[in-house]
């Protein structure tokens, strides 16, 4: 799957994709680090709205 997600953006001349995951497991975050991405470029930030 990402590396069709990464064949449709070369395809489309995009320069980057961006890949979130909610996930602190290692295993989880070295599968991204094999497959290209990286977590060094981009910090994510996300604030919860409360619903009441």
């Known amino acids: 799957m ?3 997600a990464k064949s449709i953006a070369e395809s489309e001349n995009c320069y980057k994709i961006m890949l979130m995951t ?3 497991k ?3 975050l070295n ?3 094999r497959a ?3 977590d060094k ?3 994510a ?3 919860w709205i409360d619903k009441k």
């Open 45 to 47: 930030f996300i604030q």
């Open 22 to 24: 909610g996930s602190k």
């Open 31 to 33: 599968f991204y680090k």
């Open 41 to 43: 470029d981009k910090t």
């Open 2 to 4: 990402l590396k069709f």
């Open 36 to 38: 290209g991405y990286n």
């Open 26 to 28: 290692e295993s989880t």
